[in-house]
């Protein structure tokens, strides 16, 4: 009986857990993100997240847009910042996570809904950040208004 209790304990045990932690070494990084990025191809989302922003364009411009992001967007300059970063803010670990949700049917099918998400919250991030743009160059140039003259 000890014997069952021990390897129901055992097996319980590896099932709570992740099954075999991933060394947190450079080299496993590079591993889990090689997978993300061939789950997560970036010329794909890029080419999505330029198609949906350019449908914010008005019609004739539109074609503009995408030879613009297509023939003089450095991708490789992208993909380069991407692998940078990843390298120094996650862990082998948390990169296998990132990987096995993208390559899942679930994750996939998130994925292919990114460009669109985008293309629709961006003109609303933009036009906020030009609104508060605009109302702290007025709250300096008020604040300019009201300070004494300076004697020299």
């Not at 014997?3 to 099954?19: C, D």
């Not at 967007?73 to 993208?102: G, N, P, R, W």
């Not at 099918?109 to 906020?128: D, H, L, Q, T």
Request: glycine share 2%.
């Amino acid at each position: 009986m000890k014997a069952f209790q021990s390897l129901l304990i055992i097996i319980l045990a590896t099932l709570s857990g992740p099954a075999v932690a991933i060394d947190d070494t450079p080299e496993n990084r590079l591993v889990q993100i090689e997978r993300y990025l061939e789950a997560v191809p970036p010329k794909k989302i890029f080419e999505d997240l330029s198609n949906q922003i350019a449908m914010n364009f008005p019609p004739g411009e539109q074609l503009e847009f995408r030879s613009l992001m297509k023939d003089f967007v450095d991708l490789d300059v992208i993909t380069d910042a991407m692998v940078e970063s990843m390298l120094k803010h996650f862990t082998a670990e948390e990169l296998a996570a990132i990987a096995d949700l993208y390559e899942s049917p679930v994750g996939q099918s998130a994925m292919s809904k990114m460009g669109v998400y985008m293309a629709e919250v961006m003109p609303v991030i933009e036009a906020e950040i030009m609104r508060a743009v605009d109302e702290f160059e007025k709250k300096k140039a008020e604040r300019r208004r009201t300070l004494p003259e300076r004697a020299d």
